[in-house]
Nanobody, 114 residues
Framework: QVQFVESGGGLVQPGGSLRLSCTTS????????MDWYRQAPGKRRELVAS???????NYADSVKGRFTMSRDNGKRMVYLQMNSLKPEDTAIYYC????????WGQGTQVTVSS
């Protein structure tokens, strides 16, 4: 069963940066669009950024200009560089593929607080 494992979260002050990573055992990783989602306490999971197999990237309006998504197909990794973090970015961050999303992993907690 395909799994995604997220890492790189932590506690950071407003204005700070974090780089999230996501790895997978998926052998044909490169053909999928990969997504980063986040879920804040009491809120629905929301799509933050997506990168297609050809490298086209889309961002939610709330993170445009601050977050950068990338992928390394050879390493089966996706990344989310998060700069100028705000308290409202506090959430658990998850990655997944599209189509045929896998069971959600545990995610990585990002807390932005002074």
């Amino acid at each position: 069963q395909v799994q995604f494992v997220e890492s790189g979260g932590g506690l950071v002050q407003p204005g700070g940066s974090l780089r999230l990573s996501c790895t997978t055992s998926e052998s044909i990783f490169s053909i999928y669009r990969m997504d980063w989602y986040r879920q804040a306490p009491g809120k629905r999971r929301e799509l933050v950024a997506s990168i297609t197999s050809s490298g086209s990237i889309n961002y939610a309006d709330s993170v445009k200009g601050r977050f950068t998504m990338s992928r390394d197909n050879g390493k089966r990794m996706v990344y989310l560089q998060m700069n100028s973090l705000k308290p409202e970015d506090t959430a658990i961050y998850y990655c997944n593929r599209w189509p045929a999303p896998a069971t959600w992993g545990q995610g990585t907690q990002v807390t932005v607080s002074s």
